[in-house]
């Protein structure tokens, strides 16, 4: 099993684009989420979804969308990134009947000029 | 809201010191608790948990004790390692299997040989 893998590792914007952050799973976890962490601030939920087809927002999902069409991927869009987006983002999956046993992937760095 | 507070770093040590990373919750109901450990470059890792009251939770040297009567699980070892360096997560669960997972600020620890 790969786990949790995230693509790209790390990514440059410039203010005003777009793009998408790529999350997979591959041990048919229910439940996916996205963070991101800034210094001195911990992990804040962005968005996160209990199964295929199912979203909802978290602690901080303004400028960010996402989508779950299969079990395994769960993309988080930035329609226009902004440089308050600058920041580490991780993807975390998890069995909702292991709701304790949450698995993080590596983490994209993004930075918005 | 539910929300987890932890000793701000960073926090440096000597090998083989006594190490204690504080924790406090706001929670209602019976949450799970959990440390998490970040090493350098890499994603979140779970550390140890606790699922209720006066369990203690243990992985590699390291010890915490869901204390419900003074909302606390801090983190301790008896011996650090220059290999413990890293930053360390504090972190609840809701009673609810959904329930989302939230996170403290974080501690950096270094190890100083």
């Known amino acids: 099993n790969a786990g949790v893998t995230q693509t790209p590792k790390f990514q440059v914007l410039k203010t005003g684009q777009s793009m998408t952050l790529q999350c997979a799973q591959d041990?048919?976890?229910?439940?996916m989420s996205w963070y991101r962490q800034d210094p001195g601030m911990g992990l804040r939920l962005i968005h996160y979804?209990?199964?295929?087809?199912?979203?909802d927002q978290g602690e901080v999902p303004n400028g960010y969308n996402v989508s779950r069409s299969t079990t395994e991927d769960f993309p988080l869009r930035l329609l226009s990134a902004a440089p308050s987006q600058t920041s580490v983002y991780f993807c975390?999956?998890?069995?909702?009947?292991?709701?304790?046993?949450?698995?993080f992937g590596p983490g994209t760095r993004l930075t918005v000029l | 809201g539910d929300s987890v507070t932890q000793m701000e770093g960073p926090v440096t040590l000597s090998e083989e010191a006594f190490l204690t990373i504080n924790c406090t919750y706001t929670a209602t109901g019976y949450p799970s608790l959990f440390w998490y450990v970040q090493y350098p470059g890499e994603g979140l890792q779970l550390l140890l948990k606790?699922?209720?009251?006066?369990d203690k939770g243990s992985n590699k040297g390291f010890e915490a004790t869901y204390r419900k009567e003074t909302t606390s699980f801090h983190l301790e070892k008896g011996s650090v390692q220059v290999s413990d360096s890293a930053v360390y997560f504090c972190?609840?669960?809701?009673?609810?299997?959904?329930?989302?997972?939230?996170f403290g600020s974080g501690t950096r620890l270094s190890i100083r040989p």
């Open positions: 041990m048919n976890h229910e439940y």
């Open positions: 972190a609840l669960r809701g009673d609810s299997s959904a329930s989302k997972i939230i």
């Open positions: 606790a699922t209720k009251a006066d």
């Open positions: 975390a999956s998890r069995q909702t009947s292991l709701p304790d046993t949450q698995y």
């Open positions: 979804s209990v199964g295929a087809g199912i979203t």
